[in-house]
């Protein structure tokens, strides 16, 4: 007998574009095309999520999420928790799942299981009495919701996954280089992620300056930074090296484009840049920073150096150019890694899974 159809609500509050919010695209993009699940999404009015899950052909519906607007709605009952009330009123979702702070701050209470996703080391105030349970995407995070008295057995790990870039997606690398102003013989890094202090961009700057001419930097991402960044850039003399991109989908142009994945980050819980670099079969240089320290085995799928250390960060793109049998055994390490434990099949089927023991959990315990 077929099991019964699986309904997720998921809310997600996040006005722009983030790491956060692409996996949440992934996922939800994912899950509404797993046969047996069904979906919906409340997303913040605007925002870059609805835009990316409408085009996807998920079912979304708009609210404020938070402000003044939102307030003043409310009072006429089209506010968040008004919106959020009547779509699982008439959805009848399972689950409902909430992402981040925002997303989960308006999770409404009902016949369902309430889940919030946990990207970082937030506060688990905002959780409180908001959700029953709470998902990590590493160990470290796990552990911070435990250690902050979250109830054992109410906590679990599910990992991000990241997309099989589309067949022939390196054929795009003479393309992208010529659109990039790329020289021919140029070695190219890649870094990509919010234009932010936590991302240590400017210490792969500082780092670029160290290397001999021919290595070029493509940025890819946008951020309050940029402007502090592209100052650098100009201090030293390295504006014919340095592209800024800006936000992009997809990234495999750009990955075929580039010779080493740079994640030169201050702070990072996870890492799905990592996960990228090694979809797209580039060799990763990452600092010991949490989220990449525990993905990546050194010199196996990767190399790890010290956090803002850019002196190491140039020494090991340098030790790849020399070595090819390097470059070689940390693609092969990372795709290794990557079809093991962050394959979309993987992850997605872990979700289902997760979802669908919450579900009979809460059935016996209403049978009770």
């Known amino acids: ?69 939102d307030r003043v709605l409310g009072v006429f009952g089209y506010g968040t928790v008004a919106v959020a009330t009547r779509v699982a009123g008439e959805f009848k979702p399972q689950v409902v799942q909430g992402w981040m702070n925002r997303g989960t701050a308006f999770v409404p209470r009902g016949p369902w299981v309430r889940v919030g996703r946990m990207g970082g080391f937030y506060k688990l105030k905002y959780y409180l009495n908001k959700v029953d349970y709470i998902i990590g995407n590493t ?8 250690d902050g008295g979250w109830p054992q057995g109410r906590v679990e790990l599910l990992p991000n996954f990241v997309p099989v870039p589309p067949r022939g997606w390196e054929k795009q690398r003479a393309g992208m280089r010529k659109k990039l102003r790329l020289p021919e013989r140029a070695l190219v890094l890649l870094a990509a992620g919010r234009l932010h202090r936590v991302k240590g961009l400017d210490s792969a700057l500082a780092a670029l300056a160290l290397l001999p001419a021919h290595c070029h930097l493509v940025l890819l991402g946008e951020g309050p930074l940029r402007e502090d960044l592209q100052e650098q850039v100009r201090e030293l003399g390295l504006q014919k090296r340095v592209h800024f991109t800006g936000w992009v989908s997809p990234v495999a142009p750009y990955a075929a484009a580039a010779d080493v994945w740079l994640v030169p980050s201050r702070f990072e819980p996870l890492g799905n840049t990592v996960l990228d670099g090694w979809a797209h079969a580039r060799p990763v240089v990452a600092t010991r920073t949490q989220g990449p320290a525990g993905l990546i085995k050194n010199n196996q799928s990767g190399l790890l150096v010290p956090v803002d250390d850019a002196a190491a960060l140039a020494a090991a793109v340098a030790r790849l150019q020399k070595s090819p049998a390097l470059r ?41």
Not at 139 to 146: D, Q, S, T, Y
């Open 1 to 69: 007998m077929p099991a019964q159809p699986l309904r997720v609500l998921h809310l997600i509050g996040a006005p722009k574009a983030g790491g956060a919010e692409t996996f949440a695209v992934r996922l939800i993009t994912a899950l509404a095309r797993q046969r047996g699940v069904e979906v919906r999404v409340l997303a913040r009015q605007g925002s870059w999520a609805a835009k990316q899950l409408r085009a996807g052909g998920v079912k979304v519906v708009v609210a404020p999420f938070g402000g003044v607007v």
């Open 139 to 146: 160990k470290e995070i796990v552990r911070h919701c435990l």
């Open 328 to 368: 070689r055994r940390l693609v092969a390490g990372g795709l290794v890694e990557l079809r093991q434990k962050f394959s979309q099949p993987v992850v997605v089927g872990r979700y289902v899974a997760y979802y669908r023991r919450l579900v009979k959990q809460m059935e016996k315990g209403a049978a009770a």
